[in-house]
T-cell receptor, first 112, second 113 residues
Framework: QKEVEQNSGPLSVPEGAIASLNCTYSDRGSQSFFWYRQYSGKSPELIMSIYSNGDKEDGRFTAQLNKASQYVSLLIRDSQPSDSATYLCAVSSSGSARQLTFGSGTQLTVLP | DAGITQSPRHKVTETGTPVTLRCHQTENHRYMYWYRQDPGHGLRLIHYSYGVKDTDKGEVSDGYSVSRSKTEDFLLTLESATSSQTSVYFC????????????FGQGTRLTVV
């Protein structure tokens, strides 16, 4: 069973702080890694993708990947109340259809 | 908006009845997926398709079947709905092997009573 594990949360941070979300995965053949944001009652929205080791920055978001440790993280700088949502880590399988396996999500609350 | 429409958006049905959910895309993407989302379980893959008439099972396929007779439509059928199938169902699409991002529809909230 290929697994994706996220820190269970919920996570609360004050406005302006850095929120750190973590994810580990079991399939060493995984090629692609994603972070989705999901507001309550809405569908998941892709916010970051990362394919190679290291950091990838997009605005206030930084994704970090370490394939040797099978670890992916998402940092949100200058957190805003609008960042309050559930963040889902997803890993693309090494199978032919590259289906995504998701973690159970971390609920983030940014306190004003 | 990734050009994905799910229907219906909400449905209440009785135990034992068949139910079909529809996912329609306007992007001509090859890969389509059905997930269910339940509290504490995240998103779990039910079935997926890699082309017209080409489908395969995911991790929670029991009690579900799918069909894809056209590129744009991917149907999920609950043969005989049970209360354990009460969930939110999401369809996702992906362009091809080189494009790995998946985009989701709005979801269908299904309640089996």
């Amino acid at each position: 069973q290929k697994e994706v594990e996220q820190n269970s949360g919920p996570l609360s941070v004050p406005e302006g702080a850095i929120a750190s979300l973590n994810c580990t995965y079991s399939d060493r053949g995984s090629q692609s890694f994603f972070w989705y944001r999901q507001y309550s009652g809405k569908s998941p929205e892709l916010i970051m993708s990362i394919y190679s080791n290291g950091d990838k920055e997009d605005g206030r978001f930084t994704a970090q990947l370490n394939k040797a440790s099978q670890y992916v993280s998402l940092l949100i700088r200058d957190s805003q109340p609008s960042d309050s949502a559930t963040y889902l880590c997803a890993v693309s399988s090494s199978g032919s259809a590259r289906q995504l396996t998701f973690g159970s999500g971390t609920q983030l609350t940014v306190l004003p | 908006d990734a050009g994905i429409t799910q229907s219906p958006r909400h449905k209440v049905t009785e135990t034992g009845t068949p139910v079909t959910l529809r996912c329609h895309q306007t992007e001509n993407h090859r890969y389509m997926y059905w997930y269910r989302q339940d509290p504490g379980h995240g998103l779990r893959l039910i079935h997926y398709s890699y082309g017209v008439k080409d489908t395969d099972k995911g991790e929670v396929s029991d009690g579900y079947s799918v069909s894809r007779s056209k590129t744009e439509d991917f149907l999920l059928t609950l043969e005989s709905a049970t209360s354990s199938q009460t969930s939110v169902y999401f369809c996702a699409i992906r362009q091809d092997m080189g494009a790995t991002e998946a985009f989701f529809g709005q979801g269908t909230r299904l309640t089996v009573v």
